[in-house]
């Protein structure tokens, strides 16, 4: 390539990518280590943290709500006389004073917490402020709810708690739970389980920002509707509830003009900001959830795998690299096509364990919600125990809430039942969301896809035969016992070709990925023009190699376009071989293979080598890896366009690199030899000088 005025911008370009993709570095880091190890320390690391930073803000919206109003009722006698009219007692002074200072330590605390995630405070500043703050202000609301209990009048006959001391209750709850959680956090990175930060992507780190602004909102809109519509502050808290949360049940609603207009933004403006927060927590839980069991799903089927073949003497000798022509007689098979062997054995083990695991989801996600069911049933059954409802009825009432639907025929009256259903619907609706999108990927698919079956074989229009009909059903049954029909078809070129032949339709490339894009075309077109000039001159190596940096860019675009599909883009064996190919791996030469380890272990602080396969483009050495090894591109949790893309740029890297300096020794060469040429030329003069004059 020689126009210089394009390594700057291609260097510069380089470091950006490079710092943008640091943290997602030390992510995969955190993966690899975790992918062999037990997951309870991703739990801790990652997780907990999470649960925190979404349970924080909700617990000091609870004590915003202990405190605004007083705890103690009077309930009037006579017909008609039940909690919901019931007059106020007022409150100690002390009880108020202590209430408030329990919510500001608290609020100190959700405040280091955050600066913690968002990287503004220090890990071990943090931490103590924030899990000493939750602690404390647990203790303060304890002692307040025993002492209102205990010390105060009993409610009696006439006297009932209000919702502001059930609120405190629950208040005090969380903070006690999330501040143990946190301090196991504290507990693994002090042990050294994981860095003392925590490794969380931007759509986790604002999780807890956009929690904090949904309580907000919902408070805020609260207070609105406690002036226009003259309603307790908590009865709003409650009508706002299951507003945003479109449950609807219907038992307060606004009778003012006022308030009806205002509920148009006001509703809207609440699904936006909670459909953010149930993004974020279904990416911890679908994305990362998904992924870590997944993971540990595909080793543990990998180590079975491979053992059930250590017992037999046949399938065993194909974990065996072929080194000699009599071994490979033997086995009826090249050293390329006994490659191709464990990499379609590797895609079976994929295969079954995303199934498997993404039935296992399901199964977790789904007891969560019966438990949820059931359990919100009892609570709303004894709390609602001056309604006489039935258990069946809870259970129907819960159901219908749980749904959505909400009917409005069943709904809570009671001081306890309010303030459970607002904290019991903030956990139901993100675990109702995660079910559906489980069901989506199982028992959804499953009908979708007899539906069309069925469909295509009665009555709705198809583009083939019934004949390519059956022989494509034979085939996708077929396949889930381990056979991949198809793949012979394949044709033996390079994936530039293979993998444009079905785009899918992704609406546009990303703006980074599109400057990328346009700065290796104009890389891409500079070395095919260096390739053009070097034939023209008959200079055979300059064209091999500018031919070489033109396919390794040429696929390097290729792969670009692959990032971010969904489903995530898996390769074939042939574009595999190709890519390694590129990348200075063959798949014929055994050299570089292994037998694949059965198990993979890691001294503690270290982190294994997953996924290391043709790691040699920085290093002068070779990795020996297996298809079935922890080295094999397809294990661990980096997608295959992503590991590609990263092993494809530091081969381009290292060429180039290679080039620039093999053209500045020649550079250099050139000028010293000038150097001593004009050195010597102007001794022969001087010397020639006393001749003369002699």
């Not at 993966?31 to 801790?44: H, T």
């Not at 606004?254 to 509703?267: I, K």
């Not at 069309?452 to 085939?475: H, V």
């Not at 198990?599 to 503690?604: A, E, I, Q």
Request: with cysteine; charged share 25%; net charge negative.
């Amino acid at each position: 390539m020689n126009d210089p005025g394009l390594d700057e911008p291609i260097q510069q370009h380089s470091k950006d990518v490079e710092q943008e993709r640091k943290e997602e570095v030390d992510f995969q880091k955190e993966d690899e280590q975790a992918f062999l190890d037990p997951s309870r320390w991703w739990f801790a690391s990652t997780a907990f943290p999470l649960l925190a930073g979404t349970f924080g803000p909700m617990a000091s919206a609870f004590s915003v709500c202990a405190l605004s109003q007083n705890w103690r009722v009077i309930v009037p006698h006579g017909p008609g006389g039940n909690e919901a009219n019931a007059f106020d007692v007022k409150d100690p002074g002390w009880l108020l004073a202590v209430n408030a200072i329990s919510l500001v330590i608290a609020l100190i605390a959700n405040v280091a917490l955050l600066l913690n995630m968002a990287r503004r405070l220090p890990f071990s500043i943090a931490q103590p402020i924030t899990i000493v703050g939750w602690f404390i202000s647990s203790v303060l609301l304890i002692a307040l709810v025993v002492t209102a209990t205990y010390s105060l009048e009993l409610p009696g006959e006439d006297r009932a708690l209000t919702q502001a001391f059930y609120y405190a209750i629950l208040a005090a709850g969380l903070y006690f739970i999330i501040a143990a959680l946190m301090s196991v956090t504290v507990y693994g990175a002090y042990k050294g389980h994981y860095p003392q930060e925590f490794k969380l992507t931007m759509s986790q780190r604002t999780l807890m920002l956009q929690t904090i602004s949904f309580m907000v909102y919902m408070l805020g809109g609260a207070a609105v509707y406690y002036r226009v519509e003259g309603w307790k502050f908590l009865d709003a808290v409650y009508f706002t509830n299951y507003t945003l949360l479109t449950v609807g049940i219907g038992s307060i609603t606004p009778v003012t003009h006022t308030g009806q207009a205002l509920l148009f933004p006001f509703a809207i403006g609440g699904i936006v900001i909670l459909g953010l927060v149930v993004g974020s927590i279904r990416s911890l839980v679908l994305e990362r959830g998904k992924k870590k069991l997944g993971s540990r799903m595909v080793e543990k089927n990998r180590v079975r795998m491979l053992k059930k073949m250590q017992k037999e003497e046949e399938q065993h000798q194909k974990l065996v690299p072929i080194d000699s022509a009599e071994q490979a007689e033997q086995l009826g098979m090249t050293e390329r096509e006994r490659r191709k062997f464990e990499f379609e054995l590797m895609r079976r083990i994929q295969d079954q364990a995303t199934s498997r695991q993404k039935w296992n989801a399901l199964l977790i996600s789904g007891s969560a919600w019966m438990v949820l069911w059931f359990v919100g049933a009892f609570v709303f059954w004894k709390a609602e125990h001056q309604q006489e409802w039935s258990y069946f009825g809870a259970l129907y009432f819960a159901y219908t809430s749980l749904l959505t639907i909400g009917y409005g025929d069943f709904t809570n009256f009671s001081n306890s039942g309010k303030p459970a259903f607002v904290f019991w619907s903030l956990l139901a609706v993100p675990t109702l969301t995660i079910v559906i999108s489980n069901m989506g990927d199982t028992v959804v698919k499953g009908i979708r896809d007899l539906t069309d079956y069925l469909g295509e074989f009665t009555i709705l229009p198809g583009e083939s035969p019934t004949r390519q009909k059956a022989k494509r059903l034979l085939t996708s049954v077929s396949s889930r016992f381990g056979k991949d029909q198809g793949s012979e078809e394949m044709m033996d070129q390079p994936p530039g070709m293979i993998g444009e032949k079905e785009k899918p339709d992704r609406g546009g490339l990303h703006r980074e990925i599109l400057a990328t894009d346009r700065i290796a075309g104009e890389v891409e077109k500079e070395e095919l023009k260096d390739a053009t000039e070097a034939a023209k001159r008959h200079d055979e190596v300059a064209k091999d190699a500018h031919e070489y940096h033109y396919q390794l860019i040429r696929e390097f675009r290729v792969v670009l376009k692959h990032l971010g599909e969904t489903p995530p883009r898996r390769y074939t064996y042939e574009e595999w071989a190709w890519f390694l190919k590129l990348m200075g791996e063959d798949e014929d030469d055994q050299s570089s293979h292994r037998k694949a380890p059965i198990k993979v272990r890691s001294k503690k602080g270290q982190v294994p080598d997953m996924q290391q396969a043709a790691s040699d483009a920085l290093e002068q050495q070779k990795r020996q890896w297996s298809w079935l090894g922890n080295r094999s591109p397809l294990m661990g949790e980096e997608d295959e366009p992503d590991w590609v893309l990263e092993r494809l740029s530091l081969t381009l890297e290292k060429k180039l690199k290679k080039r620039h300096e093999e053209e500045r020794s020649s550079k250099g060469q050139t000028e010293s030899d000038g150097k001593k040429a004009s050195g010597s030329s102007g001794s022969s003069e001087d010397a020639g000088t006393p001749g003369e004059a002699q």
